[in-house]
């Protein structure tokens, strides 16, 4: 299993290191390069998600991994990630065009500036024990459209949903130990790629 | 302060790596710098070159105009306060900053004491220019750090020797002998338990920017190869030809900082850079303050 790692700018190094230790192979995508490699899913990282946003575009990723995502690749995005796939922003900041495959309205930086970043644990769909749950001028999800599964909520807030292929959480996963969520990433991209292969031998 | 607090400070700076961190004196200026894709701003009334050329004392700046800046972007707000005073670093946490640069940029309040960063709830930069200082601060609380380099000169030379003496002095713990790391802690003048994570992790336990004399992407691609986790540019983008250009330029250098081909690219036509000065012709070095 081989997981592509947007590391434009941001926290990806974390990402890669929990995907490693769950047995996937990643790499990184910096340029556009990059995205010609072979892969089974992809991990859109927490970071500033303005910069991200620009460099996508400047660095002609944007059409490539938007088309990729909207064609079925699976896609795990946490903080940044999240605020980029989301099909309607709030407050939105950035002139550039967004992924916007996800059925989600989304509210940037919900919490305040850092001193409104909080540590929480926290129930999750599915996990059975309440995870552990940093957020780091987060933002949160407002509502959500048909099709979208609520995995988790925080006061009130929802803040990790899947819709698909697609998985987001409004925290970071990636810098606790825990790994719940990276393997439920990891079953997501494995049953994919298994359907994949299904129906290529149907044809 | 709380430990998970200190905790979600580290995790502020580990989003901000892989960026660039630009220093702006007017909302204009930020806006500019957000367009052009740093990942904060550092909000002060004069950058380092004119204060060196200015002169006198420097101290934080009038907290309406760090408002404005706060104001005008999205992205964290960072200001600097003096090396030592807390009273400025209260009122900087009670603007809600970000991120506070206890600097050697301003002049220093307390040439013994540096601030007790444990006791505040919004996080710490601070410089150094080796393994202890950097260890030291980390110890009062500092949740990054960043190389002094030496601002306001375009002189790139000081953020490399203070780069290469932090990693060397890494390299040289990680290889260590467990009965030897309490000697170490002794001779860095740091506590055993950080010298203890850099010997197992070969790394600050906090993240790492360059800073200081970054003038182009090639100075910048330059700190990354050497294991900056990203860069501060102070003076090098507002004291040059077209500020909007450069500020872009070395946002993609530092994502792609192993390109050469691309940052060849990145560096044509970028206009003047800052004139700057040699370390050797300058009269203060703001690096030597506050170890």
């Known amino acids: 299993m081989k997981i592509a790692i947007l590391s434009l700018q941001g926290a990806?190094?974390?990402?890669?290191?929990?995907?490693?230790?769950?047995?996937?192979?990643?790499?990184?995508?910096?340029?556009?390069?990059d995205w010609d490699r072979q892969k089974d899913a992809l991990v859109i990282p927490g970071g500033e998600s303005t910069v991200i946003l620009k460099l996508l575009h400047e660095l002609n990723l944007f059409q490539s991994v938007r088309r990729a995502i909207a064609g079925g690749l699976p896609v795990f995005g946490t903080c940044a990630g999240l605020i980029l796939l989301s099909r309607h922003l709030l407050n939105p900041r950035s002139p550039?065009?967004?992924?916007?495959?996800?059925?989600?309205t989304t509210c940037r930086n919900a919490y305040g500036r850092q001193l409104g970043?909080?540590?929480?644990?926290?129930?999750?769909?599915?996990?059975?024990?309440?995870?552990?749950?940093?957020?780091?001028r987060a933002p949160y999800i407002e509502k959500v459209g048909d099709g979208v599964e609520v995995l988790a909520e925080v006061d009130g807030h929802i803040v990790a949903a899947r819709q698909g292929n697609q998985l987001v959480t409004a925290f970071h996963p990636e810098l606790n130990d825990e790994t719940f969520i990276h393997q439920l990433f990891v079953d997501m991209v494995r049953e994919s790629v298994s359907s994949k292969r299904g129906s290529d031998i149907g044809k | 302060?709380?430990?998970?607090?200190?905790?979600?400070?580290?995790?502020?700076?580990?989003?901000?790596?892989?960026?660039?961190?630009?220093?702006?004196?007017?909302?204009?200026?930020?806006?500019?710098?957000?367009?052009?894709?740093?990942?904060?701003?550092?909000?002060?009334?004069?950058?380092?070159?004119?204060?060196?050329?200015?002169?006198?004392?420097?101290?934080?700046?009038?907290?309406?105009?760090?408002?404005?800046?706060?104001?005008?972007?999205?992205?964290?707000?960072?200001?600097?306060?003096?090396?030592?005073?807390?009273?400025?670093?209260?009122?900087?946490?009670?603007?809600?900053?970000?991120y506070i640069d206890e600097s050697e940029v301003l002049s220093p309040a307390d040439d013994v004491y540096h601030i007790d960063k444990n006791?505040?709830?919004?996080?710490?930069?601070c410089g150094a220019k080796d393994l202890g200082e950097a260890?030291?601060?980390?110890?009062?609380?500092?949740?990054?750090?960043?190389?002094?380099?030496?601002?306001?000169?375009?002189?790139?030379?000081?953020?490399?020797?203070?780069?290469?003496?932090?990693?060397?002095?890494?390299?040289?713990?990680?290889?260590?002998?467990?009965?030897?790391?309490?000697?170490?802690?002794?001779?860095?003048?740091v506590?055993?338990?950080?010298?203890?994570?850099?010997?197992?992790?070969g790394k600050l336990p906090v993240v790492n920017f360059a800073a200081g004399g970054v003038a182009t992407p090639a100075d910048a691609a330059l700190m990354m190869q050497l294991g900056a986790e990203g860069v501060f540019v102070g003076s090098g983008i507002f004291k040059s030809g077209n500020?909007?250009?450069?500020?872009?330029?070395?946002?993609?250098?530092?994502?792609?900082?192993?390109?050469?081909?691309?940052?060849?690219?990145?560096?044509?036509?970028?206009?003047?850079?800052?004139?700057?000065?040699?370390?050797?012709?300058?009269?203060v070095l703001m690096a030597e303050r506050g170890k």
């Open chain 2, 1 to 98: 302060m709380e430990q998970s607090r200190q905790e979600l400070n580290r995790n502020l700076a580990q989003m901000l790596k892989g960026g660039v961190i630009m220093d702006v004196t007017t909302p204009e200026q930020a806006h500019i710098a957000e367009e052009a894709g740093a990942c904060a701003v550092m909000a002060l009334e004069r950058i380092p070159a004119d204060i060196r050329a200015a002169g006198g004392v420097s101290r934080m700046s009038d907290p309406k105009m760090i408002r404005g800046i706060q104001e005008a972007v999205s992205i964290p707000v960072m200001a600097k306060c003096r090396i030592g005073h807390f009273a400025e670093a209260q009122i900087l946490q009670a603007i809600e900053i970000d």
């Open chain 2, 243 to 283: 500020p909007e250009k450069r500020a872009r330029a070395i946002v993609q250098a530092v994502t792609n900082f192993r390109d050469a081909k691309m940052i060849a690219e990145l560096s044509e036509d970028l206009g003047e850079a800052m004139v700057g000065i040699n370390e050797s012709e300058i009269a």
């Open chain 1, 117 to 136: 970043s909080f540590f929480t644990v926290h129930d999750f769909k599915g996990a059975g024990h309440p995870l552990p749950m940093s957020f780091i």
């Open chain 2, 119 to 125: 006791a505040f709830d919004v996080p710490f930069v």
């Open chain 1, 12 to 33: 990806f190094i974390e990402h890669a290191r929990i995907l490693q230790r769950l047995g996937a192979e990643t790499f990184e995508i910096r340029q556009a390069s």
């Open chain 1, 96 to 104: 550039y065009e967004r992924i916007g495959t996800m059925d989600i």
């Open chain 2, 135 to 189: 260890l030291r601060r980390i110890s009062e609380g500092a949740t990054m750090i960043r190389t002094k380099g030496e601002p306001g000169t375009g002189d790139i030379i000081q953020a490399v020797r203070h780069m290469r003496m932090m990693q060397s002095e890494m390299r040289r713990l990680t290889s260590l002998q467990a009965d030897e790391l309490y000697e170490a802690a002794k001779s860095l003048r």
């Open chain 2, 191 to 201: 506590p055993y338990e950080l010298v203890k994570y850099v010997h197992d992790n």
